[in-house]
């Protein structure tokens, strides 16, 4: 009966409900594996000129920050079992709880404690950890702050402002429901996922065939990121945006254009193929008609600037200084970031990011003819968002995330994935990325 009735639903719910719990059993059950054979993320890293051993444990959500200094000998450490640490000089073995050597030539010392910088180097901003561990690993960064904004409201964390408040609201109001705030984010990060599989599903296939409309989706599934994050919920909007400008249905336009940006301030790059539209029916809709798709939109820009000038902080979205961002040219952005790779001084997602934003602008240039303009103007719009804005200390910061909302560039990737060389070359490509970027996640490395 089951079966039956989930075979009445249109074939591309079919696809989306089931590709969404394929991958999110599938990353559940590596999470598994990772917490069962490395359970312990060690680093031995140096923030501001000091060097730090820190210990996390994803079984627990444990945090340790110790000094790795033993009688003034810098010591960097590695994992050894499922709960110690072996310092690389001499291998002697460290309990990961206590920071005690418990056998090997350091037998007796123990490491100090560094509980100051604890919530500097893991920070859940006075939230507590999510108590089951295979949800626990996607409670990370920015779905740390945009729970914190729920529960707490703007101001429990500086410059939190620079989130959107939608989201956070949404979690407010589903947190009433289910009692808890992140896995009322990562709920509504999941419907809306699923929602945006199926929604690029039926664009795909508008724009192609089938096959072209599956091999689009499984692209950019294999690219998402599963966290308590806002990109499916912005995708969903934009493609919503989109249809409704497509059919002269400007309220729902306006409508779908005011959560775009309300959910990411991106959506403003709405307006590009806004303006389009408005162009090009200009001699069969009266102006009055587009009022709708204006004032929305302006409307919740005004909200958004508010709650900016509430805060205390410069009403210009794109003013970060207080995340120690600032705007630029887009090739100032690129500029600084080949100089970062080139200096010997850059993390491997430093490389990552540039080589990603290379790659998918490649791919718009090459694909612009491939989508429709109005497509095509919001991800050249979305790109150029992205790049005006630069981290002084990681150029192109998170784009390697940011990517995954230029929806339409993994239909030309379909396109060119028609020949099974490309295909095989995209999946693997992508997969193999993913679950290295996912495992550096959960292990609180910044990799989004």
Same mark, same amino acid.
């Given at each position: ?18 590709? $969404? ?46 000094? *790795? ?52 180097i893991f920070p $859940? ?62 709920? #509504? ?15 795909? &296939?508008g724009w192609g065939d ?18 308590? $994050? ?30 775009? #940006? ?72 690129? @500029? ?15 490389? &990552? ?11 718009? @240039? ?5 989508? *429709? ?34 929806? *339409? ?11 099974? #060389? ?27």
């Amino acid at each position: 009966m089951q079966m039956n009735l989930f075979l009445k639903v249109s074939p591309s719910w079919r696809f989306a409900i089931g590709l $969404y719990f394929f991958l999110r059993c599938f990353y559940a059950l590596l999470a598994w594996a990772v917490m069962t054979v490395y359970p312990l993320a060690i680093a031995n890293v140096t923030l501001f000129g000091q060097s730090y051993l820190t210990i996390f444990d994803m079984r627990s959500s444990a945090r340790r920050v110790y000094s *790795p200094y033993v009688e003034n000998v810098l010591l960097a450490f590695a994992p050894a079992g499922r709960d110690s640490v072996m310092d690389l000089r001499t291998g002697s073995l460290w309990n990961a709880e206590t920071g005690r050597a418990v056998q090997g030539y350091y037998t007796g010392k123990s490491l100090v404690e560094l509980n100051e910088v604890v919530d500097t180097i893991f920070p $859940y901003h006075g939230l507590d950890a999510y108590p089951q561990p295979l949800l626990a690993v996607w409670q990370r960064f920015d779905a740390i702050w945009y729970v914190s904004i729920a529960e707490r409201g703007y101001g429990a964390i500086p410059n939190d402002v620079h989130f959107p408040p939608l989201y956070p609201w949404m979690i407010r109001a589903l947190a009433w429901l289910v009692g808890d705030g992140f896995l009322a984010g990562m709920l #509504i990060s999941s419907l809306a996922t699923i929602l945006t599989f199926k929604l690029l599903y039926d664009l795909f &296939l508008g724009w192609g065939d089938e096959a072209l409309a599956r091999r689009g989706v499984m692209y950019f599934a294999i690219f998402f990121l599963f966290s308590a $994050y806002t990109e499916g919920l912005l995708i969903a909007a934009v493609v919503l945006a989109l249809s409704a400008m497509k059919n002269n249905a400007w309220l729902q336009a306006g409508f779908w254009i005011g959560c775009a #940006i309300l959910f990411r301030l991106q959506g403003v790059a709405l307006f590009f193929p806004l303006l389009y539209h408005l162009w090009k029916t200009r001699k069969t809709e009266r102006w009055i008609s587009y009022l709708p798709a204006i004032l929305l939109p302006a409307l919740t820009v005004g909200v958004y600037l508010l709650l900016r000038r509430q805060a205390g902080v410069g009403i210009v979205p794109l003013d970060e200084s207080g995340l120690h961002a600032r705007i630029t040219f887009p090739w100032v952005n690129f @500029i600084e970031s080949f100089r970062l790779v080139f200096s010997g001084k850059a993390g491997y997602i430093d490389g &990552l990011n540039l080589l990603a934003s290379l790659s998918f602008l490649v791919l718009m @240039i090459l694909g612009w003819k491939r989508m *429709p303009l109005e497509y095509g103007l919001f991800a050249l719009a979305t790109f150029v968002i992205f790049t005006l804005r630069v981290v002084d200390t990681q150029p192109l910061n998170s784009m390697i995330r940011y990517l995954i909302t230029l929806f *339409p560039l993994f239909y030309v990737l379909a396109e060119w994935g028609k020949n099974g #060389i490309v295909h095989r070359m995209v999946v693997y490509l992508f997969f193999a990325l993913n679950l290295f970027l996912c495992v550096q996640f959960w292990a609180w490395g910044w990799v989004a």
